[in-house]
């Protein structure tokens, strides 16, 4: 099974836009005349015969994202679903900030088909659910639900789309993942709402094989671990991410072209085709099975950094050599988006021999959990995921009830003796 997350949302502290305002666009799409009663299924015709692949794509467009909604419905067209590979879509729109499409709002469920044609979605729509709330877990599990009814396949793939910023939670911080405008919300990952929505399916029929975020900056340690028991493996951004992010239409038509590709095949392309087709800064595919390994690794290097002043002082010094994938200050880097393998290579140089020797045993766990990192030039230092190294909100990283980080690693109690240190 296959999950994939889309689009992101930047701090408010950080001026640049998360996805650049779209210029207008010269195809126009056109109405698709689906059902526009509330709950009402449609009678589309398509065989019974069960896929292999069903891709289920949880588009939250509720937003000032509703402008990309028709554009990534017609990305994923153009990867020729059908077959082997049914593409299921509940895509949300708002009001006000697109009127192509009969400019319909709510929530509907299409059945894609494979079309090559960008100016029109032409797919047929399965149900219109109305206006629902996105970032209710409820709405999605009730929509993985609906997808392995309908469309019963070996392996699943979710692709959830809309704003994202790592694991932070409701009023903490922006949005974790899946911004819901009309109700101020989202699914939050320290909350546990994320994995909330996700647990009836996964409990029914196992673990995705992927986790695919199109977001800014998540990927993060903390979203990888919270993840690792939903999903094999995960592919995301410890950058901000552009409006063209991961590359859709490949990514369907690689699994039309050879539905037996495995999850550590379609998860290193998934991370490679947005760097090299469209230049999107970081991407990275991550075994998710490795996670417990690395956080037994960090859990080392906090708690001999906690039990000697000496290797205290040591992961101090780390943690203010250590990059981040975001500026701050100056020449400096926001601690929020630490680079957990630079700061396991600071921590691996320093001058205290246990401790270093717990820095190499992190970075080696890092590597062997990548299946594959693509990276500019200006990132071709990252590891691959990035680690919450800031004091704002350590009560709240040790103490959120879906913070399965911090009931694994010492790291909370290293941040939050930061902040009582008064430490920057």
């Known amino acids: 099974m296959l999950l994939l997350a889309l689009a992101c949302a930047e701090p408010t502290i950080d001026l ?3 996805r650049p305002p779209r210029e207008a666009r010269e195809d126009t799409a056109v109405d698709t005349g689906g059902d526009t009663d509330a709950d009402t299924d449609l009678d589309t015709g398509v065989a019974p015969t069960d896929p292999i692949w ?54 509907r469920v299409y059945d894609l088909h494979g079309d090559a044609r960008l100016a029109e979605v032409t797919s047929p729509v399965l149900a219109d659910w109305g206006e629902v709330d996105m970032a209710d877990p409820a709405t999605l599990a009730r929509f993985l639900a609906f ?69 800014c900056n998540m990927a993060y340690f903390e979203v990888a671990h919270s993840l690792r028991e939903h999903a094999r493996t995960m592919v995301a951004a410890q950058t901000w991410v552009g409006w063209d992010g991961l590359q859709y239409t490949p990514a369907i038509a690689a699994l039309v072209a050879d539905p037996t590709l495995t999850a550590e095949a379609l998860a290193d392309q998934m991370a490679r085709d947005p760097v090299e087709i469209t230049g999107e800064l970081t991407f990275s595919a991550t075994d998710l099975s490795r996670m417990d390994d690395v956080a037994a690794a960090l859990d080392t290097v906090a708690g001999i950094a906690l039990g000697e002043p000496q290797a205290w002082e040591a992961l101090v010094a780390a943690r203010a050599a250590a990059r981040g994938v975001e500026p701050g200050e100056g020449d400096g880097w926001r601690r929020e988006y630490m680079d957990l393998g630079d700061l396991g290579a600071q921590v691996a140089a320093s001058s205290h021999p246990e401790l270093a020797a717990a820095g190499v045993a992190l970075q080696h766990a890092l ?11 200006e990132f071709n230092w990252a590891g691959g995921l990035n680690i919450y190294a800031d004091t704002t909100f350590a009560t709240f990283y040790s103490g959120a009830e879906g913070a399965t980080w911090s009931q694994a690693t010492r790291w909370d109690e290293v941040l939050v003796r930061l902040a009582i240190e008064g430490l920057p």
Do not use: C, K
């Open 147 to 215: 997808g392995a009814e309908t469309a019963p396949a070996e392996h699943y793939a979710l692709m959830l789309w809309n704003h994202g910023s790592g694991w932070y939670a409701d009023g903490q911080a922006p949005p974790g993942i899946g911004w819901d405008e009309s109700s101020e919300d989202d699914l939050s990952i320290a909350e546990g709402e994320l994995n909330e929505g996700l647990r009836p399916f996964t409990d029914a029929h196992g673990p995705f094989d992927l986790v695919a975020f199109d977001a």
């Open 367 to 377: 590597t062997s959990a990548m299946i594959g990192n693509y990276r500019s030039e």
């Open 54 to 107: 069903t891709v289920l794509v949880y588009l939250v467009g509720d937003n000032d994202l509703e402008d990309y909604v028709l554009h990534d419905l017609n990305e994923l067209e153009a990867g020729a679903p059908g077959g082997a590979v049914r593409v299921l879509v509940l895509a949300d729109r708002a009001e006000g900030y697109d009127d192509s499409d009969g400019d319909w709002t709510g929530a």
């Open 16 to 18: 640049r836009p998360s």
